[in-house]
């Protein structure tokens, strides 16, 4: 294991030291960090605070300076947004904070999206999401797809109040192995249910894996539903997704 002194960004160090908690998560972090060169260290620091003119212009920089396009991504952009994602999951930071951090990962990736797509680097899989009818709330949602794209997956986001029939038409437009769902209320949780019934009726349950997610979901009321997959927060989606897809997480 790699030790906490060999990552050269101190603000880094400070993170892993004051928000991260449990052991397995801080010795990941810590071998993570630890081989990221310190230019990539800087771009994850502008994400986890949020500044989207550093990480434009950090970004912007590695590029010209010949940095690939992949390395920026996994090691600057998704690495910063993997604490943001601990911190918010365990309450050091809010909704506002992590929408500035998601608009200065979308900064960074703004840069590196045409270049991945133009190298023709082949996605990791494609993934339907949608919020679940009667319900507007996006943010998890949003989180979930910037993440799920960060890792290389192609996501069509049906948006919110997403009826059983798109997310039908979207099946069998799309083809995409993977479908998930959201859902913030208790009142709307059972549409869940309810589109996995029609996906079935219309005889489309076995070209799909399913996963959910949102603030009330539980895996227990997931089972119930009979869903694939049950995620509680942005890095869960990713690794379920990974999973589903048979890619390694
Ligand atoms: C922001 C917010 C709103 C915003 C939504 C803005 C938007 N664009 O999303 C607005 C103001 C519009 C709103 C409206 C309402 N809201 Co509201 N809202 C919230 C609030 C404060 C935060 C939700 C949020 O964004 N959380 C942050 C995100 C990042 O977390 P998340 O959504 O849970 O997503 C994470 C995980 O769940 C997971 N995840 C999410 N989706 C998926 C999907 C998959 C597949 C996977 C694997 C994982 C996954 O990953 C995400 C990232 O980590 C919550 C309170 C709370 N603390 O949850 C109330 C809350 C959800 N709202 C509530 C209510 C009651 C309402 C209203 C009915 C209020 C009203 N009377 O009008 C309306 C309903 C409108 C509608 N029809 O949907 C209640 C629900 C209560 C209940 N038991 O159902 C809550 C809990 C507040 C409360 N305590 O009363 N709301």
Known sequence: MAELSGIQNEVIRDEIE???ERPEEIERFIDM???????????????????????????????AAGTQALEIMDDGLIAGMGIVGIKF?????????????????????????PILSASGIEPVGKVIMGTVKGDL???????????????GFEVVDLGVDTSEDEFI????????????MSALLTTTMPNMGRTIEAIIDAGLRDEVQIMVGGAPVTQDFADDMGADGYGKDALDCVALAKSLVGAES
């Open 169 to 180: 038409d979207a099946i069998e437009e799309h083809g995409a192995p993977v479908l998930g």
């Open 89 to 113: 999951r365990e309450n050091f930071i809010f909704v506002p904070e992590v929408l500035s951090c998601a608009r200065a990962m979308k900064a960074g990736m703004a840069h590196i999206e």
């Open 18 to 20: 004051e928000f991260l």
């Open 33 to 63: 960090f630890a081989r990221i060169r310190p230019e990539m260290q800087e771009i994850a620091v502008a994400v986890i605070d949020g500044d989207h003119h550093e990480a434009d212009a950090l970004t912007t920089a590695a590029l």
């Open 137 to 151: 709330h996006d943010i998890g949602k949003n989180l979930c797809i910037m993440m799920l794209r960060g890792a």
